[in-house]
Structures are given as C-alpha cells and as structure tokens.
C-alpha cells in the first residue's frame, strides 16, 4: 500500500511541475533593478536594431528554439528597426553565464540602447512577443 500512495505523490508532484511550466513558459517578464544588463554589437558580434533587439539563446538540440527562431524572424521582417539575434548557447558560455540563462530558448529584449528590458523563458506566443515589444516602445 505505501508503494501506490509513493506513486501517487510522485504523479502529484510532476503534474503540478507541468502545469507551473505551462502557465509560466513563453511569458516576457520585465527585467528590472539597481543595474539593468546590457548588451552592445561589439559582444554580440551583430547590429542592434533602432528600435529593439531579440537576443535568443538557442542549442542545436533544442526543437523549440527552431520555432522560436521562425517566430521572432517572422516578428524582425515585419519592421526593419527590429533585429534579431540568434546567439549559439554552447559557444557563448561567457554570456550564458553573464544572464543567467538556465534553459533554451531564452530570449532578451534589448532597447534601443542595448539594455535588457524583457526576459522570455521558453517558446513564446506571437501575441507576448508583440506586447512586450509595446513594453519596450512604451518605455523609450
């Protein structure tokens, strides 16, 4: 009888991770403090959009970080004051580090500056990628 309430709980625990995740994934979440990152061509080793800039972080393993690509690529033809930036995770453990980047996809949205304004942590929906870029438009 303790093996089935031991499965059960396990079943409990992995059902509310899921639903954490599928509640919290691909949500932009505003990136703010005493010193706010930043990021410039030089280290990224590409142009910054005028506007705004995605920085994803992607592995060549990584099935949703393909999506996410099409996406935001989709998103940066749309208006040419965008970019996007694809930074390989594997190659680029400097930055990796530097962020915090735990999982991929992990996208940054940059200001006009190069400060990061949002934090993306999973395949986003095209509807957060739009709002959060309003975010960032708001704020400039």
């Known amino acids: 009888m303790t093996g089935l309430w031991v499965v059960l709980g396990a079943v409990a625990v992995a059902l509310a991770f899921g639903l954490y995740r599928h509640v919290t994934d691909g949500r932009a979440r505003a990136v703010a403090g005493p010193s706010v990152p930043h ?25 949703p970080c393909r999506a996410t690509h099409r996406l935001l690529t989709e998103v940066t033809d749309a208006d040419p004051t965008i970019a996007h930036i694809d930074v390989d995770a594997e190659t680029r453990l400097d930055l990796v580090e530097e962020f915090g980047i735990m999982r ?21 929906k095209k509807a957060d990628v739009l709002s959060a870029l309003d975010e960032v438009a708001q704020a400039a």
Request: net charge negative; aromatic share 4%; charged share 15%.
């Open 39 to 63: 990021l410039d061509a030089t280290r990224l080793g590409s142009d910054l959009g005028s506007q705004a800039t995605f920085v994803q972080f992607s592995s060549s393993v990584c099935a």
């Open 104 to 124: 991929t996809p992990t996208v940054l949205l940059l200001d006009a500056d190069g400060v990061v304004r949002q934090r993306i942590v999973g395949a986003p």
